[in-house]
């Protein structure tokens, strides 16, 4: 039987997990204060991980708004960053790998959000092709809190049957359960059925703290702002990949972590589709968000991970930013005005962020929004022009 935990505490898997994770973040001063003492950091981490003394440090916890989503995120310290890196990087990643399939676009290495887009334009090409049509439909799902509501007893179950190491397994406990939610503020009867109720982090981050005694704890949720997270966000739905991809026989399928698209040419048969993964939905516990579920016709166009799609009567793809993205740069824009005016923001800051934003947005078929946005841009920084 492997030995995951020597694999996961070897000197130079953990001194290579340091150098990826200070990457983006050189400048915090706990991260710079670790890398003096790198050496002994990493035999003090190696030491408490074969000894069984690793214990992991409290999150630090925040709220973050981030294109145009606002969410909940529980950061680590650079210790443990560390270990998760090495983790996902020398075991998870190279061992669930293998069980994804190859249109699950999320937080793997040579994938990410361009190449699921990419992967949706060759499946819209590739269903224009086999129908010299663009009379179909396209079925999109959307999981409703989808971080905040995986099961650790579930996960753990999935990971169990890949592993088959108790002793791996037992530390993947620990590291998932200090996910857990103090729900002690709940009634005994809420608290049976709090694991079948939709959990919202943002909503529990208002409850007056000192209702939190842990007395009761809540086995669900794997925060945002840790590697392992997104690892288990990729790898927990594989069922409902599987049942579409291979059960179903879907070629025009794809997921980026909680958002699924499936192309296809009848309405009715897509309803049905949408009816079985409901219901293994509600076997993994997760909620399909209603209001973001729905059955569109290609030809009507549709938007997905920001971009507006339309496919043509000729089979070309036409790709535009989404209004919310237009909207949410130009309220940016203003945002850096007050800033650059208060001096707490300089232009040559705003000049590089739009310019990255422009470029971007110059990929798609959005000439003359930019061109407005130029415009506006021009506008409130004319002083610097």
Sequence with gaps: MEDYLKKLSDANSLINAFQATKKGSIWKESVQR?????????YILQKALRDGTYKQKDFHEFTLSERGKTRYVKSMHISDRVVQRSLCDTILIPKLSHFLIYDNGASIKKKGID???KRLETHLHRFYRKNKSNEGYILQ???SKFFDNIQHEKLLLMLEKKFQSPSFISFLRKLISSFSIDVSYLSQEEYKNCLGALYNSLEYAKIDKSKLTGEKMMGKSVGIGSQISQICGVFFPTQIDNYCKVVKG????GRYMDDVYIIHEDKNYLKKVLDDIKKIAEELGLFINSKKTHIIKLSHGFTFLK??????ETGKIVKRLSADS???????LKKFKVLNDE???SYKDIEMAYRSWRGNALRFHSYKSVKNLDKLYENLFIKYF
């Design 326 to 332: 237009i909207i949410r740069e130009r309220k940016k």
């Design 343 to 345: 001096g707490k923001l």
């Design 141 to 143: 799902i959307d999981f």
């Design 250 to 253: 879907l070629k025009y399928y």
């Design 307 to 312: 971009i507006k799609y339309n496919l043509t």
């Design 115 to 117: 190449f699921t887009r």
């Design 34 to 42: 670790y890398e003096i003492n790198l050496l002994r950091n990493t």
